[in-house]
């Protein structure tokens, strides 16, 4: 079987074992990750699905994962949604409950809601990585992956003073190599003339097939956005038939807060399982659940 099929075999399938106990040989055998004691099957099966089960791929990807986590504390190691609440009230950030035609989770991110003055990039990139760690437990988004819209519109010089190199170079490895997500597509809308320089600074740290995948669609971005993506997933103020974006923003921020104590074993343990309550699940448009 090739990678794609073996993606869609479920996750206790005795075909996927083999697979598993490879990357987990490979993962403890490694000097980085000496100190871990255990690595659980469905952990490592996102890293085997973002990378189609090629095993040295995978062994990268993960190592790569371990090395941002260590290397990036003041992100990874709070992953409390309480912590940015004020930032989530704003209606800043969103999953949409549909996917898109090819299966891909959609994430939308409004720029102009956050005020530098009250929250750091720090803590804004705290929320995508929260995001994140959320939607790579689902067998599907492991599968299909991720595409994500932002918003600039509202964009100004004290956003772009809190993007340093070193910052930049910490959201490019998420996007490329560092984490188990498949990025699909990355929309820019509402882009202003002075987000080039931002752009300029990230775009040395991304390979070329995630530059390929970007798309900046301007002020006028209703027509060519519905190329990408069907109008009944998208809310009205993206063109689409949806519900309307303050209304996914607060239903997302309230997943968010359901999953405080999963996303906090996830901090303290993210390499094992991790206890899934009620409150954890949520059940989407498509009848599935989180």
Request: glycine content about 6%; overall charge neutral.
């Amino acid at each position: 079987m090739n990678g794609p099929q073996l993606s869609e075999l479920p996750d206790d399938s005795e075909q996927l074992r083999p697979y598993t106990s490879r990357l987990r040989r490979g993962a403890l055998q490694a000097g980085e990750l000496s100190a871990v004691r255990s690595l659980s099957s469905g952990f490592l099966l996102r890293f085997l699905r973002a990378r189609d089960f090629d095993m040295e791929l995978s062994l990268k990807l993960l190592l790569n994962y371990q090395r941002w986590r260590r290397e990036s504390p003041e992100i990874s190691s709070c992953l409390s949604p309480s912590s940015v609440l004020g930032l989530l009230n704003t209606s800043y950030h969103a999953v949409l409950p549909q996917r898109d035609c090819t299966g891909s989770r959609v994430l939308i991110y409004r720029i102009g809601q956050w005020n530098p003055k009250d929250w750091s990039a720090f803590q804004v990139f705290r929320v995508s990585l929260m995001t994140s760690e959320i939607i790579s437990r689902e067998n599907e988004t492991q599968r299909q992956g991720l595409k994500a819209i932002f918003d600039l519109a509202g964009w100004s010089l004290s956003h772009a003073l809190q993007i340093n190199p070193s910052l930049a170079r910490k959201i490019s490895s998420v996007l490329s190599d560092s984490f188990p997500l498949k990025v699909r597509g990355i929309h820019l809308v509402n882009e202003p003339m002075f987000f080039r320089p931002v752009f300029a600074m990230l775009r040395p740290f991304l390979p070329d097939k995630i530059k390929q995948r970007i798309h900046m669609h301007g002020s006028d971005f209703r027509d060519s956005l519905s190329g990408f993506f069907s109008s009944h997933i998208l809310p009205p103020e993206y063109g689409g038939h949806g519900p309307g974006i303050t209304q996914v923003c607060q239903d997302w921020t309230n997943h968010l807060l359901q999953s405080e104590n999963l996303l906090q074993q996830i901090a303290a343990h993210p390499t094992g399982d991790v206890t899934m309550t009620p409150d954890d699940c949520l059940i989407t448009e498509e009848g599935g659940t989180l």
